[in-house]
Structures are given as C-alpha cells and as structure tokens.
C-alpha cells in the first residue's frame, strides 16, 4: 500500500513539472515596473528634471525567460545623456541597447511612456534645514518635555540650481511612535531625491519624553520696569501666583526666582482700562496655565 501512494506521489510530481515546463515554453506577454537612471553625464553636471517615478515595459518571451526578469527584480533602466548637455529628449526605444537585461529572448512590445525629456545642468550647492517628519502618539498622560531635537540640524545639498534654489528644507523620512512614555534616540533618514545628493544621508534625533505635571508657584513679585524718576509706581497687588505645565523632571529642578512677573511703565501709561495685564517670564520649555490675579491694578505718583 505504501509502495502504491509512493509511486502515485512521484507520478503526480513528474506531471506537474512537465506540465510547468511545457507551459513555460509557451509565449506570454508581461509588464514590468522600472525607474529610471540617467548615466553618462558630462563631468560636473546633473540631471535637473524630474523624471517619471515609474516606466512600465510590455515584454513578449517564452514564460521561463519572463519568468526569471520578474523573479530578477530588475529595477533600473539606463538612459544615457552621451555627454551632452541642456534639454535632452529621449526615445527609450534608442536606450535598449544600454540595458543587457533585455535579451534578443525577449521581445520590448512598447514602453509607457516611451519618450522622456529631461535638463543636464551644472552641479550647484546650497546649505538647507533639516526638517525632521515625526508622528508620535503618547501614553496618556505623557508628552514633549522640550523641543524635538536633531543633529546636524542642516546639510549640503547638491544638485541642479534651477531645483535649489526653490528649496527651504531638507525633509527626513516620515518615522511614527505609537503609545510612548519614554525618551527615544533614533537616527532618520533623509528623503532621496531624484538628481539631488547630501554630504549626510541621516540625522540623530532626540525626543525628551516625559510625565507631564502641573505646578502652581505662589507669591511672584510683580516688577515694573522704565519707571521715570519723578515717578512711583504701586501694583495691587504686588504678588501673583501662576499655575505651570511641563516635564516632570524639568519641573523638579525649577525655583521661583526663575519666574519673573514684569509690568511695563509704557503700558501703564496707555491703558484705559484702569489694570494692565503683566508679562510673565518662563523657563524653557514650561507652558502656563493660569495666573492669579489675570490683571493688576495700579497707582502712580508723582513727585
């Protein structure tokens, strides 16, 4: 009995790889995704225009072969500039020899699209701004203690002039943390792009993930600046208190005297409302809530 479903395996084996075989003998037609790469450049000079993301090429062949080009991941198909320089339009049907991976076995019904244009140009430089892409989702209850923070914060950009010079930034890679409740040190990378290069190609980044708390600070003398000298000015009252937000270790480490509550002379003078409305100095990275009293009256005297 064994020796029976031993032999019927074996056979039913042989068919299907027969059957593959014969099939793949056959004639089929197939599509294919590429990118393009511009080679041959004169020295000193890039490609500026931005090509089509993607070419797609039917291809017409006997199944293996069409086969083994999709198994292959072929990714590139080279248009060569000859050196030359300006606006260059080319046909890719003129480019077929330049790319080896497509054999006299296989047959290029069409490209889509099979004419491109494109700018060589002198290679320009330019220092821009890092912008890091970021998505964070906290943990209830948890946030951005300070800043993002990425080093270097720029790079060097080269590339067609008539590309740089509309350029503010440099964008990383869209990176997102999901439930987070404590700091992260990652490295990110920087967006390729088409006929640009960097003298970088990732930044360090930082992100000071930390419990967020409140913090009320009490009796805060009010301060009154420009006061001329022939004059005295009496804030009522004289004490605020304020209530703060912010990292929880950032907190900790704050005193009162770091709080300084100020009233401007000028803006006394030009009030009409009979109470001003006091700035508040904060430490970094520490966001207010409330103060208390919102407004202050005042008495000025003259001597």
């Known amino acids: 009995m064994k020796k029976n479903i031993f032999i019927i395996i074996i056979s039913l084996a042989f068919s299907i790889i027969l059957w593959v075989s014969i099939s793949l003998s056959n004639e089929y037609y197939s599509l294919i995704k590429v990118t393009l790469k511009i080679t041959d450049l004169p020295d000193g000079y890039t490609s500026a225009s931005q090509l089509p993301p ?11 072969k069409l086969a083994v080009e999709k198994i292959g991941s072929i990714s590139k198909f080279i248009v060569s500039a000859k050196f030359d320089s300006g606006r260059i339009v080319a046909n890719l049907y003129n480019s077929l020899s330049d790319n080896r991976w497509l054999t006299n076995e296989m047959e290029v019904i069409s490209f889509n ?3 491109i244009s494109f700018n060589v140009e002198k290679i320009a430089f330019k220092k821009l701004k890092i912008l890091p892409q970021i998505d964070i989702n906290y943990k209830s209850g948890y946030g951005l203690a300070e800043p993002v923070y990425i080093y270097p914060e720029s790079t060097i950009v080269y590339g067609p002039w008539s590309e740089l010079k509309n350029m503010s930034s440099v964008p990383t890679e869209v990176v997102s943390y999901k439930n987070v409740d404590s700091r992260i040190n990652s490295k990110i990378s920087l967006v390729d792009q088409q006929g640009l290069s960097f003298d970088i190609t990732s930044v360090s980044v930082f992100l000071d993930i930390q419990k967020i708390v409140d913090m009320d600070v009490n009796d805060l003398p009010v301060k009154v600046n420009d006061v001329p000298k022939d004059r005295e000015v009496v804030i009522l009252p004289n004490k605020i208190s304020i209530g703060v937000k912010g990292g929880i270790d950032i907190l900790g480490k704050i005193s009162p005297d770091q709080f300084k509550i100020t009233v401007n002379y000028r803006n006394i003078v030009l009030d009409t409302l009979g109470s001003v409305k006091p700035d508040i100095d904060l430490p970094p990275n520490v966001l207010l809530i409330y103060s208390k009293p919102e407004r202050l009256r005042y008495i000025i005297k003259k001597y």
């Open 54 to 64: 993607i070419v797609v090429i039917k291809l017409k062949g006997k199944g293996w």
């Open 113 to 115: 699209p099979d004419t």
